[in-house]
C-alpha cells in the first residue's frame, strides 16, 4: 500500500468522543511523512487513553506501509476497549495492522542458562558426553582421511587434476619458510639436551656418554616430535584460518558452484606439501640439535667435535636416524588433515573461526603425542 513519494499527501487523524467513539485517519501513513505526527498520536492516546473507542475509519486512508501501522497500533493498544472495529479499510491495510498487533505482542523467551551439577552423577554424564564427543571426532577424522586419500589417488592418477602451483606455493610457506625458527629451536633443544645429560652424568664420571644421550634422543625421539610440533602451532593454525577465512566469504561455495571439489583444490595441495616438507624440516632439525649438542660437549665438557662425530658414529647405529625420520610423514599428514577438516568446519561467525583454530591445534598436538607413543611401541615390539 505505497504511494510514489511525489505524490503523498500528510497524514492527519481526526478523534470524535461518545458512547461511540471514532478515529478518522487520513493521507498517506507512510515513514516519510510520519516524522511530525509521532508526538501528536501520543498525546491522542495520553488524553483518551481512558475512552472505549469503538470504530476505526480508514475509509480517506490513502497509503499505509509497516511504520505507520506500528504507529496507529500503539495507539490502538493505549485505549481500554481493546481493538475497534475498522470500517472502509481494504485488506492490505488490516494485514499490516495485524502484522504490526502480532510482532509487537510476541513474547521472546531467552533460552535456559545452562547449569552444571558438581555431583558424582554430573561428572559421570559430562565424561560420557566427552567421550562420545571424542568418538564422534575420531569417526568423522578417519571420514576425512578416505576422502583425502581418494583425492590424492586420483591426482596421481591424473596428475592433471593436481594444482601444482598450489602445491609449490604451501610448500614454500609452511616448508621453507619454517626452516629458520627449526633450526633456532632445534639448536638450542640440543644444547638443552647435552647439558641436563652433562650435569646428570657428571656424578658417575661418564659425561663422554652425552654424546650416545644426544644421539638417541635426537635421532629417535625429539628431533621428529619437537619439528611436528612447531608445524602444528605454525602451520596448523594457519590451514584453519586460511579455509575458514574462505568459508566465511563463501568462496568454497563459489568452487563448488563452478565444479571445482574443495578436496582436489584445498586439501591434497597442503596434504602433500606437509608429507614432502616435513620429513625435510625434520632432518634439518636432527642436524641443527645435534650441532647444539656438540657445541655444548665442545665448550663444556672439552670434548672435541671430531671425537663427537666419531663416538656418534660408532655407538648410535643408523637405524636410529631412519626410525625418526619414519614418523615425520605421518605427523604431516595428520597436522595437514586436521588443520584442513577444521577449516572446512568454520562457521560464518568470527567465534566460530576461533574455536575451530584452538580445537586444530589442540588436536594436532593430540594427535602428534599418541602417534609417537603407537610408534614407541611399534619398534619396541621389533626389537629397535
Same mark, same amino acid.
Request: with cysteine; glycine share 8%.
Given at each position: 500500500?505505497?504511494k510514489?513519494?511525489?505524490?503523498?499527501?500528510?497524514? %492527519?487523524?481526526?478523534?470524535?468522543e461518545?458512547?461511540?467513539?471514532?478515529?478518522?485517519?487520513?493521507?498517506?501513513?507512510?515513514?516519510?511523512?510520519?516524522?511530525g505526527?509521532?508526538? &501528536?498520536?501520543?498525546?491522542?492516546?495520553?488524553?483518551? !487513553?481512558?475512552?472505549?473507542?469503538?470504530?476505526?475509519?480508514?475509509?480517506?486512508?490513502? %497509503?499505509?506501509?509497516?511504520a505507520?501501522?506500528?504507529?496507529?497500533?500503539r495507539?490502538?493498544?493505549?485505549?481500554?476497549?481493546g481493538?475497534?472495529?475498522?470500517?472502509?479499510?481494504?485488506?492490505?491495510?488490516?494485514?499490516?495492522l495485524?502484522q504490526?498487533?502480532?510482532l509487537?505482542?510476541?513474547?521472546?523467551?531467552?533460552?535456559?542458562?545452562?547449569?552444571?551439577?558438581h555431583? *558424582?552423577?554430573?561428572?559421570?554424564?559430562r565424561?560420557?558426553?566427552?567421550?562420545?564427543?571424542?568418538w564422534?571426532?575420531?569417526?568423522e577424522?578417519?571420514s576425512?582421511?578416505?576422502?583425502t586419500?581418494?583425492?590424492?589417488?586420483?591426482a596421481?592418477?591424473?596428475?592433471?587434476?593436481?594444482?601444482?602451483? &598450489?602445491?609449490? %606455493?604451501?610448500m614454500?610457506?609452511a616448508g621453507?619458510d619454517?626452516?629458520?625458527?627449526?633450526?633456532?629451536?632445534?639448536?638450542?633443544?640440543?644444547?638443552?639436551?647435552?647439558?641436563?645429560?652433562? /650435569?646428570?652424568?657428571?656424578?658417575? !664420571?661418564?659425561?663422554?656418554?652425552?654424546?650416545?644421550l644426544? !644421539? =638417541?634422543?635426537?635421532?629417535?625421539?625429539?628431533?621428529?616430535?619437537l619439528?611436528?610440533?612447531?608445524?602444528?602451532?605454525? /602451520?596448523? %593454525?594457519a590451514?584453519?584460518a586460511?579455509?575458514?577465512?574462505?568459508?566465511?566469504?563463501q568462496?568454497?561455495?563459489?568452487?563448488?558452484?563452478?565444479?571445482?571439489?574443495?578436496?582436489?583444490?584445498?586439501?591434497?595441495?597442503?596434504?602433500?606439501?606437509?608429507?614432502?616438507m616435513?620429513?625435510?624440516? /625434520?632432518?634439518?632439525?636432527?642436524?641443527?640439535?645435534?650441532?647444539?649438542?656438540?657445541?655444548?660437549g665442545?665448550?663444556?665438557?672439552?670434548i672435541?667435535?671430531?671425537?663427537?662425530?666419531?663416538?656418534?658414529?660408532?655407538?648410535?647405529?643408523?637405524?636410529q *636416524?631412519?626410525?625418526?625420520?619414519?614418523k615425520?610423514?605421518?605427523?604431516?599428514?595428520?597436522? &595437514?588433515?586436521?588443520?584442513?577438516?577444521q577449516?572446512?568446519?568454520?562457521g560464518?561467525?568470527v567465534?566460530?573461526l576461533?574455536?575451530?583454530t584452538?580445537k586444530?591445534v589442540v588436536?594436532?598436538? =593430540?594427535?602428534?603425542?599418541?602417534?609417537?607413543?603407537?610408534?614407541?611401541?611399534?619398534?619396541?615390539e621389533?626389537?629397535?
Open positions: 500500500m505505497l510514489s513519494g511525489e505524490h503523498l499527501s500528510a497524514p %492527519s487523524f481526526e478523534y470524535f461518545g458512547e461511540n467513539a471514532r478515529l478518522v485517519l487520513q493521507g498517506d501513513w507512510v515513514v516519510a511523512t510520519l516524522a505526527l509521532d508526538q &501528536a498520536f501520543r498525546k491522542l492516546a495520553e488524553a483518551h !487513553g481512558h475512552d472505549a473507542l469503538k470504530q476505526l475509519d480508514l475509509t480517506e486512508l490513502e %497509503s499505509l506501509d509497516t505507520g501501522a506500528y504507529l496507529i497500533d495507539a490502538l493498544r493505549s485505549f481500554q476497549s481493538d475497534p472495529a475498522f470500517v472502509g479499510a481494504k485488506p492490505e491495510a488490516v494485514a499490516l495485524q504490526a498487533r502480532t509487537a505482542t510476541q513474547e521472546e523467551h531467552a533460552p535456559p542458562v545452562p547449569t552444571e551439577g555431583g *558424582f552423577i554430573d561428572l559421570l554424564e565424561t560420557g558426553r566427552n567421550a562420545k564427543n571424542m564422534d571426532e575420531t569417526l577424522t578417519l576425512f582421511f578416505g576422502a586419500l581418494i583425492a590424492i589417488s586420483s596421481v592418477w591424473r596428475p592433471t587434476k593436481m594444482r601444482w602451483t &598450489a602445491l609449490v %606455493s604451501v614454500e610457506d621453507l619454517a626452516v629458520p625458527i627449526i633450526a633456532f629451536l632445534s639448536f638450542f633443544v640440543g644444547m638443552v639436551v647435552a647439558f641436563i645429560g652433562a /650435569t646428570t652424568l657428571a656424578q658417575f !664420571g661418564a659425561t663422554i656418554f652425552v654424546v650416545e644426544v !644421539g =638417541f634422543g635426537v635421532l629417535r625421539e625429539l628431533g621428529g616430535v619439528v611436528a610440533i612447531i608445524i602444528a602451532g605454525r /602451520t596448523n %593454525s590451514f584453519t586460511q579455509i575458514g577465512a574462505m568459508k566465511m566469504r568462496e568454497i561455495d563459489a568452487m563448488q558452484t563452478l565444479g571445482l571439489d574443495p578436496m582436489h583444490v584445498i586439501v591434497a595441495p597442503r596434504v602433500l606439501a606437509m608429507m614432502i616435513v620429513p625435510v624440516l /625434520t632432518f634439518i632439525g636432527m642436524l641443527t640439535a645435534i650441532a647444539g649438542g656438540m657445541t655444548v665442545w665448550l663444556i665438557l672439552d672435541n667435535p671430531t671425537v663427537f662425530f666419531n663416538r656418534l658414529q660408532e655407538n648410535v647405529p643408523i637405524d *636416524f631412519w626410525i625418526g625420520m619414519s615425520a610423514p605421518v605427523f604431516g599428514l595428520a597436522i &595437514a588433515l586436521i588443520g584442513c577438516r577449516g572446512l568446519e568454520v560464518g561467525s567465534q566460530s576461533g574455536h575451530h584452538t586444530s588436536q594436532a598436538l =593430540f594427535s602428534i603425542i599418541v602417534i609417537d607413543a603407537c610408534f614407541a611401541l611399534f619398534y619396541q621389533l626389537g629397535l
